[in-house]
């Protein structure tokens, strides 16, 4: 991801979240966050979804995976979280986290898949609803 993107990218945010990240936001992962990386996904030079992760030493904490809704069911998201780990195991991370809203079945379905396991329960950790976030870690 670059900083032309970022426009492109809050579409992507705003069809994906009910608590999209802001332009300020990607901006400072992008040119402050000396851990972040983010990859983005295009079709005819239109960007479709996006994945974050941010590498600290051994551990990698995945903090986006987004897809544009007409481009969900065809592995897209899949993907965007392989390479997300594959990028985090060359920047030697041995374990992945994440977290996950308790109500978004898709997605810890594909993290399963993946090999992550629940790991814990954070109370009322999305502000939009209270909506507890699962914990779940990989090891790489």
């Known amino acids: ?49 996006y994945g974050g992760v941010w590498v600290v030493l051994d551990e990698a904490h995945i903090t986006n995976i987004a897809i544009l809704p007409e481009y969900r069911g065809r ?23 994440l977290e996950v809203r308790v109500s978004n079945t898709p997605a810890r379905s594909l993290y399963k898949k993946y090999g992550f396991q629940e790991g814990g329960l954070r109370k009322k950790y999305y502000t939009d609803n209270q909506e507890d976030g699962i914990v779940m870690w990989v090891k790489l």
């Open 1 to 49: 991801m670059r900083e032309e993107d970022i426009d492109q990218i809050l579409i992507v945010e705003r069809e994906s979240f009910t608590l999209p990240w802001s332009r300020e936001a990607f901006h400072n992962e992008l040119n402050h966050n000396q851990y972040a990386v983010y990859i983005v996904l295009e079709e005819d030079d239109r960007i479709i979804g």
């Open 75 to 97: 592995k897209l998201g899949e993907a965007l979280l392989k390479k997300v780990m594959d990028v985090s195991k060359e920047m030697g991370a041995e374990t992945a986290t």
